[in-house]
């Protein structure tokens, strides 16, 4: 079978799935997932078997250590995929949620209700746990996973597949058989052809760094979800309270410094830099960051600080560096960031509500914070449960996606005989 005929049969069954989904009920979905959660966990040494194959594959291609530990599936790993499923059979069904209702003059009686968005691919890098995530998240909102992970894990990624699949049809009758599927080559010319299937396909998901979400939109021809750069940014307004300045930026930027919602660029108002920013900067420093400032900043640090370049406002370091800017007030700051940023997440410190409130209404971001780190910026943190991933698009989903933002809906119309006239 050719690699087109080969993708178009898995579209096809996966699309077959998705139609028979809505006949599985909340309590069906739940059952399933705390099955499948049981089938990973009993069936650890099965998993870490393949897991060592993917593990080897990564060492031949030179695979960095911080990638192998992506890659590695410990028994840790493994019991919080199982438990990931179940906390996700304990959420509420995003499904069948009445958004609106209505009942027109002509006595047409409509509901806006909720519904699965259908077939949804995922594609990522290295981590199989994502494996379990995604087609549990995917499952409980009734969507159908196709999964296309890095060709380092794909023995890792076919086997929790698989056994989810087996564990979902010994549950229920009604389960699909192709609800979850995974691309079963690693050849590249798999995913623009995938991708090309219209007619079966409605949703890419690409988890990863830039270069493989540019690379996915700008081959796919289904709607893609996606976030190219964190580039977070971290407002110090002149209104201020230095305690919670140092601890929002220092827990923006340390907590965990190689995530989209890390802080990458520090800016603060000209009028308090001189007494405030060599104490924002101890504290940074005292973690290991590398400051990388405008000429203001360094009058005011030393010259021994680092210099920034042009580059260095739009760089998405995912490190322990950081750039540093004084500006003219809330105007200089929300030039800077609707210039500079990528439309994730912006934080202001001030005791000034109207300046944060304004901040919060001009700031062009999916999501923007007060008085808080923007690592807050996740679907957890959220209270959603789970997240999937986080969108910087303008339509459709926005900000970190979890259940609710992986359904559609559609409208629902009763009448009694009812024409128009």
């Known amino acids: 079978m050719s690699l087109p005929e080969q993708m178009t049969a898995l579209a096809r069954d ?27 966990e009993g069936n650890a040494s099965i998993i870490h078997e393949a897991n060592a194959k993917d593990m080897e594959t990564g060492r031949s291609m ?89 060709k380092e894990a794909l023995n890792s990624n076919r086997i929790i597949a698989r056994l989810m699949v087996e564990a979902g049809r010994k549950t229920s009758e009604l389960f699909p058989e192709h609800a979850i599927q995974v691309v079963p080559t690693t050849d590249r010319a798999a995913i623009p052809e995938l991708l090309s299937l219209t007619d079966y396909v409605d949703l890419c998901i690409p988890r990863g760094g830039e270069g493989l979400i540019r690379a996915v939109a700008e081959c796919s021809r289904v709607p893609v979800i996606k976030h190219y750069k964190g580039i977070c940014s971290v407002y110090i307004d002149a209104d201020a309270d230095a305690e919670k300045a140092v601890a929002v930026v220092v827990n923006s930027k340390t907590q965990r410094p190689g995530v989209c919602n890390a802080m990458e660029t520090l800016l603060i108002d000209k009028s308090i830099a001189p007494s405030l920013l060599p104490q924002i900067a101890g504290a940074l420093r005292d973690k290991g960051v590398e400051l990388r400032a405008d000429e203001a900043v360094q009058e ?14 739009d760089t998405e370091y995912l490190d322990l560096i950081c750039a540093v800017r004084v500006v003219k007030g809330i105007d200089g700051a929300l030039d800077h960031i609707n210039r500079h940023g990528s439309g994730h997440t912006e934080s202001i410190v001030t005791e ?63 009448g009694d005989g009812l024409i128009r006239t």
């Open 352 to 414: 000034n509500e109207s300046t944060a409130r304004r901040f919060q209404n001009e700031v062009d971001a999916s999501t923007v914070f007060w008085n808080a780190s923007t690592r807050f910026s996740d679907g957890g943190e959220f209270g959603m449960g789970a997240e999937i991933g986080i969108s910087t698009d303008k339509i459709g989903a926005r900000g970190p996606m979890g259940l609710a933002e992986l359904t559609t809906y559609k409208w629902l119309g009763e």
């Open 62 to 150: 030179d695979l960095s250590q911080a990638m192998l530990d992506r890659l590695h599936l410990d028994e840790e790993r493994i019991t919080d995929m199982a438990r990931g499923l179940r906390n996700v059979a304990e959420l509420p069904d995003p499904v069948g949620r009445i958004l609106d209702e209505r009942v027109r003059p002509s006595g047409l009686h409509l509901r806006k209700v909720t519904t699965p968005i259908g077939v949804v691919v995922m594609i990522y890098e290295s981590r199989p746990n994502v494996t379990a995530d995604a087609a549990g998240l995917c499952f409980k909102s009734g969507n159908v996973t196709i999964l296309r992970g890095g």
């Open 300 to 313: 005011i640090l030393g010259s021994d600080t680092k210099a920034a370049t042009n580059e260095d406002w």
């Open 14 to 40: 996966a699309k077959t799935a998705a139609l028979q989904m809505p006949r599985l009920n909340t309590g069906e979905k739940n059952a399933c997932l705390c099955a499948m959660a049981d089938a990973l």
